[in-house]
């Protein structure tokens, strides 16, 4: 069982509310803080230990700025996210830079902010050097992502390794660092090399974890063996799952970092390397730690019974996309007994537009029947695990806004630290001279 948590009361929501109008995200510093020291507690037993926010799940700078004073990094996988990193004040070899098909362009500027550039695939080594090398070559550390293919199981996000389109082949990775080591007795770069995997997303079981540790752990002796290479850090990437359902229980930081530790004791230390330990988590970091904070506003009695939501699928779009279940609650009625079976929709012109279908809810109170009846303003639909892959993989389609996202500080103020999208936000891209032109 995991317990599910929202920091606010009904009646400290209604004045939020008033200034700032539902829907929004709200974040929880307090609860992201304690989180991330709980990761660096069990993760210490790594010296060096470093931990990258992959900061496609919650590209917002202010968060990073928080992570990065507990002396998290960013993983970024884009030009617009490398520029976020900077923004955030994250420097250097704290940036890494986890692309595919990536143009040069990303390349140049992740070498300008000096981040540790992760390739996707053999064919990178000479497109790097060949668009974003410098007089001395490559850059002094690179790192490689390895696609274990058969050699791992799936995931129901990501897939099978094997089908992925991400990293390079065993074979691949071999040949790779020997090359980078020949260029690296050229120019004098690379001299520093590191090995990435990513191989899951939201996976909750320990064992996954600890075998992608396994696996990467046995191909660092094999660098070693076949190139010489003594390879200064693995990063085990993201992927570590949260409970989206009470039922399911959290992953426990330390068993899993005990159960990596094990692995290295068998396997690096009798081979007598040195290996850092490098992560790249974001669900885990900050999911549970948002939440999308929505007004019922209609219901509808059909067939089936229909909440409508103030805000739609292009909010929050993980269950219309992946049937992810995401917990809801009504502030206020938390102990409500589950009366009512309803779909709690939102009001983009597609029908996969809901977060939660036929769903045991408390009776729900709409802003129109509130209206309607002279009292109240509606209930508050909060939906839980909302702080990754939340707000950042909104859309506009239906000319939908997306909403903005608020930070309850530790010391219970709260910042607007986005606001929402206007309809001139939407406009801005299109070339208004066009259209008086146009004839
Ligand atoms: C998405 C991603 C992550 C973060 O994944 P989570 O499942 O949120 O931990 C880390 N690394 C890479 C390369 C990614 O694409």
Known sequence: MSEKYFPLDRDTLEKLAERYPTPFYLYDEKGIIE??????????????????????????????KILAAEGFGADCSSYTELLLAEMAGIQGEDIMFTANETPAHEYQLARKLGAVINLDDFSHIEFLEKTAGSDRGLPELVSLRYNPGPLKEGNAIIGKPEEAKYGLTREQIIAGFALLQKKGAETSFPKRFALHTMVASNELSIPYHVETARVLFELAVEIQAKTGIRLEFVNLGGGVGIPY??????????VLAAGIQKAYNEIIVPAGLHLGIHTEWARVVTGPHGWLVTRAIHKKEIYRNYIGLDACMADLMRPALYGAYHHITIPGKEHSPLSETYDVVGSLCENNDKFAIQRQLPKIDTAAECAAAGSGSGDFVVIHDAGAHGRAMGFNYNGKLRCGELLLRQDGSVMQIRRPETADDYFATLNMASLKDFK
């Open 245 to 254: 359902r009470p039922d399911q229980e959290a992953v426990d930081y330390q």
């Open 35 to 64: 989180n991330v020291r709980r990761i660096k507690a069990a993760f210490s037993i790594f010296p060096g230990y470093k931990q990258h926010f992959a900061v496609k799940a919650l590209p917002n700078p202010v968060i990073m």
